[in-house]
């Protein structure tokens, strides 16, 4: 089974703090993506990347940045974390487009809170 | 701008009975639509994917419909059990390019 790690369940950071959320994957999915999921907004696509060293722009890239150096790795960058960065952050992986029939294997996401 | 619907009230449903989610979508002309499940404080699953010139797909004890002139996607729970509980998620993809877009999904919970 493809599976998908995030490095912490939980994480509790202070205002201004440059925050870092890895993300690895075994199946050596082309695509990367990062969510942010909050009440009553669903998920939100914050960035993605479809090969090692691309990065686009999803939804809502603005506060964050992400960096991909080899394949089976993501990660995701709060340059300085503010309060309204407090969320839910999933990770998600899939094959290439042009491979039909897979969905997205998430991982377990993180519960970040920013004080 | 492209918009996807789904019923944000929770669907409240007996067990042993059939739970029929909905998932609109407009201002869109996806090739696949995928349905996921999440549970609380996890990440999503997927379930299903269905493509544009599929009317319908089955797994075990699910069934989803795809119409493309309602622009509208039906997911069935068949006989659904209180393990059924949790939210299900729709998400339209266009044939190229790798970004899926979710629906804010649709929270069941099947009482025994």
């Known amino acids: 089974d493809v599976k998908v790690t995030q490095s912490s369940r939980y994480l509790v950071k202070r205002t201004g703090e440059k925050v870092f959320l890895e993300c690895v994957q075994d199946m050596d999915h082309e695509n990367m993506f990062w969510y942010r999921q909050d009440p009553g907004l669903g998920l939100r696509l914050i960035y993605f990347s479809y090969d090692v060293k691309m990065k686009e722009k999803g939804d809502i890239p603005e506060g964050y940045s992400v960096s991909r150096e080899k394949k089976e790795r993501f990660s995701l960058i709060l340059e300085s974390a503010s309060t309204n960065q407090t969320s839910m952050y999933l990770c998600?992986?899939?094959?290439?487009?042009?491979?039909?029939?897979?969905?997205?294997?998430f991982g377990s996401g993180t519960r970040l809170t920013v004080v | 701008s492209q918009k996807i619907e789904q019923n944000s009230e929770a669907l409240n449903i007996q067990e042993g009975k059939t739970a029929t989610l909905t998932c609109n979508y407009t201002?869109?002309?996806?090739?696949?639509l995928q349905w996921y499940r999440q549970d609380p404080g996890r990440g999503p699953v997927f379930l299903l994917l269905?493509?544009?010139?599929?009317k319908e797909k089955r797994k075990e004890r699910l069934k989803v419909t795809f119409d493309t002139t309602l622009k509208q996607s039906l997911f069935h729970i068949t006989a659904s059990q209180p393990a059924d509980s949790a939210t299900y998620l729709c998400a339209p993809r266009k044939a190229a390019g790798n970004k899926l877009t979710f629906g804010g999904g649709t929270r069941v919970l099947v009482k025994p």
């Open positions: 201002n869109y002309s996806p090739a696949y």
């Open positions: 269905i493509r544009e010139n599929e």
């Open positions: 998600a992986s899939s094959p290439n487009h042009r491979v039909e029939g897979y969905g997205y294997t």
